[in-house]
């Protein structure tokens, strides 16, 4: 990882620009377009200044003006300089010539501004190529062509303007496929200079003269024109021929099933480079230099292309556009991974990127989705009174409420696993109605769930896409297929995946965090333009986490509505733009997030403002460690942690952190005696302990709470009493009990966590995750244990329960008990521990003491060996 | 980040992964040893004419085993599969019968077979999963009154197949015992329902049912199927024990309902669904088979036979099991 830093660094000084540039988040940047009067150019432009609105609309002020020359290289370059005169940060160019703009790049340079070529490349080294590889788009579709005529036959080429660059490259890149099919013969090439009608004249004449031609390698708009010739002289089936991704084209291929295969250089490009240009500006950096091409400066873009299997779905997105309109992408997530800011930004220090402020006006503040009056009942139980929500296009949308307060409901009734008793549900300001989940996602809603909706038995790609498995005939699932669309998700995270983590392995065999990111990416794969994310990160590490923000990011980019649940505020205020918050069953209000900060949000939330807990800016140290060790571990070996020696005095809190999954629930549940211990030894006090089995464990004065409640502590469906009492039962070896004496301790107990219930003979399922959690800790304050281990406690649970929860682990701490406490939120260790052992591949790598207990050393302790 | 994740995977890497693949191993390996015992006991007993006979007298438990493999798959179980095979079986003995026993009356009257065996499946689907009734007594209803309609088509069991179904059956075909052609077809349709969406989503609804329908998956419609699948099993089941025993017997099946569902097992699939192969069950169903025939020729006392037989099933499935489960460990 290191290593990847620090090339990342090294670019910045080949490439971002200086940094007088950086300091105003407004940015002008001139565009030149090489030509005017074809509709893909015009495409081009267009999208280029949406692309610059959008930045506008998130608050980055980019002011693009343009200037089209007609052909004509000594007007560009006229334009170039006028631009560098004018000032502007960065400039765009669609080049006339790959060569002849080297001077003036150079002086473009020398005064600071930022460089970038689109659509075709140029040999500059002053500037950057934006853009796709036209050698690879000539050689996709020949490849394809190749092999569609089973590697043998007689080909003509139909290509666009001789000598220029564009077409060359891609001339270059079908020869040097045909070069590998020694059966392929180039029987004639035309040049019809990208011309439909052209193109539809030279096909007419190659039919005439060559009648056993049955392949065509033809660009752009010249294919229409060139299949329209085919159509006509009756040989649809017999000839396979090379398309374009454009609405008419494509319309025609669906009609008369045509055989063909089609690449498209997506119009996207100039919006693609003014975005790349705009991050650079900001002093994001690229992840790798852009080395790439015949000049060795180009970043190329991914190249989009269908053949007949998936030309059906092409059509249904171009539907409704004008025929001239081509498949585009721009700043796609591919392209914003280009750069390496996302991953390892945190390093660097907590500013990233732009904040995206959410003053909506006008015609931008389009509702993606709209709640009003939305309640449910369970019986006399009011889950929601009043659930209203409203979320925009292109904006996460958190909602934040203490467990039980009826959010997880609001998301339930979202996603059609709950019918609603009453209110409105708008998608697009269209009133619907969700039957079920099905349903919710044919109008387009997609969700993460908590509990996550994996089968465990089956692998990760077909987890990814078990919801539309994509079959052949109807009948057959078309892995090949399969394996294609799970990749585009499984890519966006394989950096941050881990070992172990492949397209095939099955989802029971990965870790924790492995899985929630396959939930992550179903739920992506779902596509839906309405997403809710339910705690989508109570798993992931810091890597991890940063890695799907970005690409939320990009969702909002695409105009996706994103709804998100987290308890975490520093992710809330990393990703949020609003927040509506829910309290008791009711809508309390919705605040943009940049307005507003933690402390008022969460007052609104839990309702009471007097008793907050203590803020993570305050003094973290609780109760200096009293004399005599409450727990001793020396040099301990087992699975997933190695060689671990430490001492906890009474009365102190031990905090363990690092990445998720370094061991350090390993080694609580070891102690615990819920798994095996291969060497070293345990002492509580002075006397040897290994314990052999949990009860063991408990029998001897250890406590151990767990965050996976489900697993490890709910005996679910039973009462609440009868989870409360079975440590009471075990160290008191208690046979028989009078329930009222059983209340006695039992009440007592629960009240001290300030649990929430009605009586203590209802099931524990219908308590809130919070409450069941007090209630499992509530089973340890009965008989005092000497030693409480705490693993990862809080996950899942609010803010207001989680403060209870550490005011009193503090208070058992001044009662003398000795407490090991893992954490996944750095803030809970910081704020609450004496001391951090910080673990790293099953052992400790760092301890943190006193004032070296910061963020910065936590995180820099933990990725120290990655 | 290598060294970062400490997981207890890569060790038995090779033999897990081979497990993983092919979860059948076991069964297989069982399958080979029982032939092996029986060889030992009794080298006669692998000549090809007994092996062709193991094969036609056990392949109506293999297409049953399979037949329950499929409800299994979505976490279901079919107890009335048995009654199913009784139903079809008498019901196309007596078509075949009325009809005259000709090429076209027996052809004719395989193909009503189906389609009971298919409506018994439907009947099944409905019930299990439309009507939310529990698998394991719903199913145990309706084998009731599978088996109260197979008595009244044929209260008592005799009435002969036409020879030609049965000679068919337990004859030649270019030299070839037809029972292969059998095996071979059911092996390549086994192939083609393996890669088919249905079987996926089966599987899924299997692991975890609320978490499929939370997806988007129509489970009412694919548990449904599930029962289809293992009605049209069923039946053919019924075909071959009717041409193996040439007659009609309500009450043929009852017994065998239970055998299925431990072929299922040993063959390694999980009855809580989810995780299986229908050639395991294949295998299971064989290694059932075997036992019966290893007891025979160890010459175990015939008041002893059931005895042995319920022990050795026990092993085989705790040595299935325990191999599976360190395998995967």
């Given at each position: 990882m290191k290593k990847l830093i620090a090339v990342a660094l090294s670019t910045v000084a080949s490439i971002v620009i200086s940094a007088s540039a950086v300091n105003a988040e407004t940015f002008k940047i001139g565009l030149s377009n090489g030509w005017v009067g074809s509709e893909w150019r015009t495409q081009m432009i267009d999208e280029a200044k949406a692309a610059a609105e959008k930045w506008k609309e998130k608050g980055v002020d980019v002011e693009v003006s343009v200037q089209s020359a007609n052909v004509d290289v000594p007007g560009q370059i006229a334009h170039i300089r006028n631009f560098i005169a004018e000032g502007v940060n960065a400039i765009i160019v669609n080049p006339n010539s790959p060569t002849a703009f080297d001077p003036i790049f150079a002086q473009a340079k020398e005064a600071g501004i930022l460089v970038i070529a689109t659509d075709a490349e140029v040999s500059s080294p002053d500037a950057l190529y934006v853009g796709i590889d036209q050698t690879a788009w000539g050689a996709a579709g020949a490849k394809w062509l190749a092999e569609t005529l089973g590697g043998k036959g007689k080909v003509v080429a139909i290509n666009g303007v001789a000598g220029h660059p564009a077409n060359e490259m891609r001339v270059a890149g079908y020869k040097q496929v045909f070069k590998d099919y020694p059966d392929i013969q180039i029987v004639n090439e035309v040049n019809a200079n990208w011309d439909q009608a052209q193109g539809q004249q030279a096909m007419q004449n190659i039919l005439a003269t060559y009648p056993d031609v049955n392949g065509v390698v033809v660009q752009d708009g010249m294919a229409a024109g060139a299949w329209k010739s085919i159509m006509d002289a009756g040989k649809t089936g017999q000839i396979a021929a090379t398309g374009e991704i454009r609405k008419d084209f494509i319309d025609l291929w669906v009609k008369d099933k045509l055989n063909s295969g089609a690449t498209v250089n997506p119009p996207g490009v100039m919006a693609s480079a003014l975005n790349v240009a705009v991050l650079m500006l900001q002093g994001k950096e690229l992840?790798?230099?852009?080395?790439?091409g015949q000049y060795g400066n180009a970043l190329y873009l991914p190249i989009p292309f269908i053949d007949s299997k998936n030309v059906g779905d092409a059509a249904k997105q171009l539907e409704g556009k004008p025929g001239y309109y081509s498949y585009t992408s721009s700043l796609s997530i591919e392209t914003r991974k280009l750069f390496s800011s996302e991953c390892f930004h945190w390093l660097r220090g907590p500013s990233l990127g732009p904040r995206f402020p959410s003053h909506r006006n006008g015609r931008s503040s389009m509702s993606k989705l709209k709640l009003s009056g939305v309640s449910k009942a369970y019986g006399a139980t009011l889950a929601l009174r009043r659930g209203d929500l409203e979320v925009l296009a292109g904006e996460v949308h958190v909602l934040m409420g203490s467990n039980g307060s009826g959010k997880s409901t609001l998301c339930k009734i979202i996603a059609g696993s709950v019918r609603p008793d009453a209110g409105r549900i708008l998608i697009d300001n269209r009133p619907v109605t969700i039957t079920g989940p099905r349903s919710a996602r044919a109008q387009g809603i997609g969700i993460f769930y908590q509990e996550l909706s994996l089968a465990a038995h089956r692998s990760v790609e077909e987890n990814i896409c078990l919801a539309a498995l994509p079959t052949k005939s109807r009948l057959f699932v078309d892995r090949a297929l399969l394996k294609q669309r799970a990749a585009r998700y499984i890519r966006l995270f394989e950096e941050v995946a881990g070992e172990g983590f492949s397209a095939d392995a099955l989802v029971g065999n990965l870790r924790p965090d492995q899985r929630q990111l396959v939930e992550i990416m179903k739920a992506l794969a779902s596509e839906a333009p309405i997403l809710i994310f339910d705690e989508p990160t109570s798993a992931l590490d810091r890597a991890q986490v940063d890695c799907f923000f970005e690409i939320l990011r990009d969702l909002t980019w695409q105009d996706r509505g994103i709804i998100f649940i987290s308890h975490r505020m520093d992710e809330i205020k990393a990703i949020g733009d609003r927040v509506t918050i829910i309290r008791d069953g009711e809508t309390i209000t919705t605040l943009n997030l940049a307005e507003t900060d933690a402390a008022s949000v969460i007052r609104l939330m839990v309702g009471r403002s007097g008793d907050m807990p203590a803020s993570q800016s305050s003094a973290p140290a609780v109760v200096e460690g009293k004399d005599g060790a409450a727990m001793t571990v020396r040099n301990l070996s087992g699975r997933g942690f190695r060689d671990v020696s430490f001492e906890v005095a009474k009365g102190e809190i031990l905090g363990f952190g690092g990445l998720h999954g370094q061991g350090q629930s390993a080694l609580l549940r070891a102690i615990f005696g819920a798994s095996s211990i291969s060497s070293g030894e345990v002492l509580i006090g002075d006397s040897r302990f290994d314990a052999s089995s949990p009860r063991d464990a408990i029998r001897r004065g250890c406590a151990y709470v767990s965050g996976d409640r489900g697993r490890d502590g709910v005996i679910s469906g039973r009462p609440i009493i009868e989870n409360v009492t079975p440590i009471h039962y075990l160290r008191d070896r208690l046979m028989i009990a009078r329930p009222s004496k059983l209340r006695d301790k039992v009440v007592p107990a629960l009240q001290s966590m300030h649990t929430k219930f009605q009586s203590l003979f209802h099931p524990i399922n219908s308590l809130s995750g919070g409450n069941q959690q007090k209630v499992i800790i509530a089973r340890w304050l009965i008989d005092r244990p000497d030693v409480l281990l705490l693993d990862d406690p809080t996950k899942g649970i609010d803010l207001s329960a989680k403060a209870d929860l550490f005011a009193l682990i503090r208070q058992l701490a001044a009662e003398g008990l000795g407490i090991l406490l893992y954490s996944s939120e750095d803030a809970e260790l910081l704020g609450n521990a004496n001391r951090i052992l910080v673990f790293n591949g099953g052992s400790v790598s760092r301890e943190l003491t006193g004032a070296d207990r910061t963020r910065y050393n936590l995180y820099q302790a933990a990725y120290e060996a990655a | 980040m290598a060294e970062i994740t400490i997981t207890p995977r890569g060790r038995a890497g090779g033999m897990r992964r081979l497990l993983e693949r092919y979860p059948f191993l076991p069964a297989l390996a069982i399958v080979v040893a029982l032939l092996l015992l029986n060889g030992f006991f009794s080298p006669n007993s692998l000549s090809y004419r007994s092996l062709t006979g193991l094969l036609s007298t056990y392949m109506a438990l293999v297409l049953l085993a399979i037949a329950q493999t499929y409800v299994v798959y979505a976490g279901d179980i079919d107890l009335s599969a048995g009654s199913i095979l009784s139903l079809v079986n008498v019901a196309i003995v007596v078509l075949m019968e009325r009809w005259g026993g000709g090429a076209g009356a027996v052809l004719l009257a395989l193909a009503l077979g189906l389609l009971l065996g298919l409506a018994c499946g439907l009947l099944n689907g409905i019930v299990v999963a439309a009507l939310r009734l529990q698998a394991i007594v719903a199913t145990f209803a309706t084998s009731i009154f599978f088996t109260g309609l197979a008595l009244y088509i044929l209260p008592v069991a005799g009435t002969p197949a036409p020879a030609l179904f049965w000679r068919t059956y337990g004859g030649r075909l270019l030299g070839v015992p037809f029972v292969f052609y059998i095996l071979a077809g059911l092996v390549i349709l086994l192939l083609v329902l393996s890669r088919t969406r249905l079987v996926t989503q089966l599987l899924a609804v299997g692991d975890d049912q609320q978490a499929a329908f939370q997806s988007g998956l129509p489970v009412v419609p694919i548990r449904i199927k599930g029962y289809l699948l293992c009605g049209f099993f069923s039946a053919l089941a019924a075909f071959c024990i009717t041409g193996d025993t040439a007659s009609g017997d309500p009450l043929v099946g009852g017994k065998m309902t239970l055998y299925s569902v431990a072929a299922v097992v040993l063959g390694g699939s999980a009855l809580s669904g989810g995780w299986g192969t229908v050639v395991g069950s294949l295998l299971g169903a064989l290694t059932i088979g075997l036992i019966n025939s290893v007891v025979f020729f160890m010459g175990t006392p015939s008041e002893w036979q059931n005895f042995v037989q319920g022990l050795a099933i026990l092993v085989v499935l705790m040595a299935g099991v325990l191999a599976g489960r360190r395998a995967r460990a």
């Open positions: 992840k790798e230099p852009a080395k790439a | -």
